[in-house]
Nanobody, 130 residues
Framework: QVQLVESGGGLVQAGGSLRLSCAGP????????TGWFRQAPGKERLEFVAGISANGVSRYYADSVKGRFTISKDNAKNTVFLQMNSLKPEDTAVYYC??????????????????????WGQGTQVTVSS
């Protein structure tokens, strides 16, 4: 069983930055593709935000966050990060990290589909005030 623990959420003013961490996609972060998803207030749908392949080579971003968010990983620490800059009120959401087996090639479609992920964290709240 893979346990994921997110941290780093909080309240920030528009234009500010936060860095989210996702600890523990297995003993070897390099074995798992990791994605960040978010659920905005009042919405049921999980929105894909960013994803990184198990080997760290391929990275994917939603159009709404390109140029503002950066996903990275530190395999030695078994941690995946989401650096969020130039935050907007519409970025307010609960952010979840998720992991799936990294043995297959990744595509934007596979990385962006929440149903493909096997393991999920508990979520961390990000609130951006205007």
């Amino acid at each position: 069983q893979v346990q994921l623990v997110e941290s780093g959420g909080g309240l920030v003013q528009a234009g500010g930055s936060l860095r989210l961490s996702c600890a523990g996609p297995g003993r070897t972060t390099g074995s798992y593709d990791t994605g960040w998803f978010r659920q905005a207030p009042g919405k049921e749908r999980l929105e894909f935000v960013a994803g990184i392949s198990a080997n760290g080579v391929s990275r994917y971003y939603a159009d709404s966050v390109k140029g503002r968010f950066t996903i990275s990983k530190d395999n030695a620490k078994n941690t995946v990060f989401l650096q969020m800059n130039s935050l907007k009120p519409e970025d307010t959401a609960v952010y979840y990290c998720a992991a799936k087996d990294g043995m297959y090639p990744t595509t934007a479609q596979t990385m962006g589909a929440a149903r493909r992920y096997d393991y999920w964290g508990q979520g961390t709240q990000v609130t951006v005030s205007s």
